[in-house]
């Protein structure tokens, strides 16, 4: 048996990594007050915006994904406040990427990055963070996906996660 592109990519970025972060602790106090964070993708179809969910019960044509709004949204709640951010990605950069039939679930992955390189400060060193999307949801969990370029996405947010000494959940 041979490891995978993908796997063998994973691999090699957790060696480069190791190295570079600081020890990780996680404190079992009953006073932390984690911060949480619900991010989401959306795409918009014939004047109508639909959740990844959705998306099956759709009839596509060939190509437009790229040209069709594909967007993400992210809500962070603290104790004392509440913020929220939303875009919508230019065609321009989605056809950078290779082509789909979807952009779900490289956007699912992508808003949960937004939600911690545009929150982290409000989030905390400790939070909880949804994602509704179960391919991404396997993916930052297990930190690695058979996409690669959702790879590359989930790496960039378990580096930040590393750095800054983030522990989301």
């Not at 480069?16 to 600081?22: A, C, N, Y």
């Not at 959306?42 to 990844?52: A, G, I, R, T, V």
């Not at 040209?67 to 990605?89: D, E, H, R, S």
């Not at 699912?108 to 949801?137: I, Y």
Request: glycine fraction near 6%; charged fraction near 15%; charge should be neutral.
């Amino acid at each position: 048996h041979s490891l995978t592109a993908e796997l063998r990519a994973c691999l090699a970025f957790i060696v480069e990594i190791l190295g570079k972060v600081p020890p990780r602790s996680f404190p079992f106090s009953t006073h932390l007050e984690p911060g949480i964070g619900y991010a989401d993708a959306f795409f918009e179809m014939n004047s109508k915006y639909y959740q990844p969910q959705q998306a099956m019960e759709l009839e596509w044509q060939d190509n437009l994904s790229v040209a069709m709004p594909n967007g993400w949204g992210i809500v962070v709640v603290t104790k004392t406040k509440t913020w929220y951010a939303a875009g919508v990605v230019p065609p321009q950069i989605l056809s950078r990427f290779r082509k789909r039939k979807t952009y779900i679930f490289l956007l699912e992955a992508a808003a949960q990055c937004l939600t911690l390189w545009l929150f982290a400060p409000e989030l905390g060193k400790f939070f909880f963070s949804f994602c509704d999307n179960n391919p991404a949801l396997f993916g930052l969990v297990k930190g690695m996906s058979s996409d690669r370029e959702v790879n590359i996405l989930i790496g960039l947010f378990w580096t930040l996660s590393c750095v800054i000494g983030a522990n989301p959940w």
